[in-house]
């Protein structure tokens, strides 16, 4: 699996969304922003975006945001490109000055080959802490005089194994592996067997009727013979 977050261009994007024009007032000092992945073994992703504001970067942010869901949809389809994304919903608590955006990302990871997957992690997304299958990195942002802070968490399938996490070129990279057999489809592979065995059943059903209806057969009985004619005496 092999994911390409683009986060040079798209993180700034993504700062704007959550960190509008900020009013002026010790209040507007940071926000913070929390970005949750759920992996699953076909590598499509449950995003979810979640973060609090104060009651000044609320205002600002329901007026250039929260009012204008396709606008939201946009930006996240812009972080996502690789990806197909559907089922956007985005939920909103007024009094608590919270909101939480949901998104399937369908297609976001991509298989390597031989059961390895990889994500390519940017370099200016530091690692915070990861163990197993949960991994968590973090980034800050400078935005209109503001510090922008966003946490990202990787949450792998459940039976990932061999995961480690690694220095590279461009990207750093979180790599690995799942059990072929894990990572198929077990409905259609149940379904196979069972068109399979009733194929086979049907074979040896067949060869037994044919069998049994060659024993059963009786021939028509032959057609009743013709009487030659009477023979005249010479004259």
């Known amino acids: 699996m092999k994911i390409r977050f683009h986060f040079f261009a798209p993180l700034a994007a993504l700062c704007a969304l959550l960190a509008p024009a900020p009013a002026q007032d010790a209040e ?12 699953d073994e076909r590598g499509d992703a449950a995003v979810e975006v979640s973060f609090q504001h104060s009651a000044s970067q609320w205002a600002n942010w329901k007026e250039q945001y929260g009012n204008h869901q396709d606008i939201v949809l946009r930006d996240l389809r812009y972080s996502m490109a690789t990806a ?3 089922n956007f919903s985005m939920e909103r608590d007024d009094a608590q000055r919270k909101a939480l955006n949901k998104v399937r990302a369908k297609a976001f990871a991509h298989y390597r080959n031989a059961g390895e ?20 990195f973090s980034t800050a942002n400078g935005l209109n005089g503001e510090i922008v802070s966003q946490t990202f968490h990787f949450k792998l399938p459940a039976s990932a194994k061999n995961v480690h996490f690694g220095s590279g070129g461009d990207f750093d990279s979180l790599t690995y592996t799942l059990d072929h057999q894990d990572s198929k489809p077990k409905g259609w592979l149940q379904t196979g067997l069972a068109l399979a065995g009733s194929g086979a059943a ?3 059903v067949s060869a037994f009727t044919r069998k ?7 021939p ?10 009477p023979t005249l005496p010479p004259s």
């Open 220 to 229: 028509p009985p032959p057609p009743p013979s013709v009487p030659n004619p």
């Open 28 to 39: 507007s000092v940071s926000r913070t922003s929390n970005w949750l992945y759920k992996i």
């Open 84 to 86: 197909v994304l559907d």
């Open 212 to 218: 049994r209806s060659g024993l059963l057969v009786i």
């Open 202 to 204: 049907l074979g040896i």
């Open 117 to 136: 997957f990889v994500i390519d992690v940017p370099k200016e997304m530091k690692l915070v802490t990861g163990a197993n299958t949960d991994w968590i």
